[in-house]
């Protein structure tokens, strides 16, 4: 997985951001972890509801894929068939070329559309002057129309914070920064600023930088999994005994995940438990 990718779903799975609203036009009150059945795993990055019930998959694109189309067209299909309804599905492409890339694949009966949307089309202001860090620091990737001003603004929210967290939040400004080659202006403006050099050099961001970034999003997927988890149990086989529910809440990730593929074919609770 690249460090953006893990970077930028951190950051879009923050419950209080705008970001989302802004693309979607919907808040999402849920976010699912799911992982497709098919070779080779798939699994899609993001994939929210609506208090509503809608589904809404979001991809997250840096290079222009010619099977992009396809790729969406098989996401849905799978999501249809773990859900039961289509989502209403969103690629968001993050990458320093041009877009271009098809936002739809069309047959003889079939038709897939998307929405295809170039991060940086989006106006970068209402993402700076958010009350939320993680929309200051989705930003860097949108249409600055000043970028060492909008570097500054986002350091300077950056140094309000303690210890840990303004370390993390200073490396996923540097990756996210590395799409648009801006991590010499943010050395420049850090030398300026109350923000120690010594945790800031991109080269050389430690293990245990690293480590948090993928632990942030760990310690939320136990619970997005074991929600999608005992949501299918329910669905195949009714309301869960209590031994069933106990036994799932002490299930780590990597078998809650092999238990999402094995009930596609359990004909009882028994097979799986």
């Not at 943010?186 to 800031?200: D, F, H």
Request: net charge negative; charged share 25%; proline share 4%.
């Amino acid at each position: 997985m690249h460090e953006y990718d893990t970077v930028l779903k951190t950051l879009l799975l923050h419950a209080r951001n705008s970001i989302i609203e802004q693309l979607t036009g919907a808040v999402i009150v849920h976010w699912h972890n799911v992982e497709l059945p098919k070779v080779g795993q798939m699994r899609v990055d993001l994939l929210g509801e609506t208090a509503d019930g809608d589904l809404i998959h979001i991809e997250l694109q840096s290079t222009n894929d010619p099977l992009m189309a396809l790729r969406m067209a098989e996401y849905s299909l799978h999501i249809y068939r773990l859900f039961g309804r289509f989502p209403r599905q969103i690629v968001i492409y993050v990458g320093r070329a041009k877009m271009n890339m098809d936002s739809e694949l069309v047959g003889p009966q079939h038709v897939c559309r998307y929405t295809l949307i170039d991060i940086r089309s989006l106006d970068s202001e209402p993402l700076l002057q958010s009350s939320w860090l993680a929309d200051n620091i989705i930003a860097i990737l949108t249409r600055l129309r000043d970028q060492r001003a909008a570097v500054r603004q986002i350091l300077a929210r950056i140094a309000t914070l303690e210890g840990g967290e303004k370390e993390a939040a200073i490396a996923q400004l540097l990756i996210l920064a590395g799409l648009r080659k801006l991590e010499s202006t943010i050395r420049a403006e850090l030398n300026t600023m109350p923000i120690e050099e010594s945790i800031m050099d991109h080269a050389i961001i430690g293990p245990a930088i690293r480590q948090g970034l993928q632990q942030g999003l760990q310690e939320g997927k136990h619970q997005e999994i074991l929600y999608i988890v005992r949501r299918q149990l329910e669905k195949r086989f009714g309301r869960l005994p209590l031994p069933v529910e106990q036994r799932l809440v002490q299930f780590p990730v990597d078998k809650l995940e092999d238990l999402s593929l094995r009930l596609l074919d359990a004909q009882s609770l028994d097979e799986l438990f």
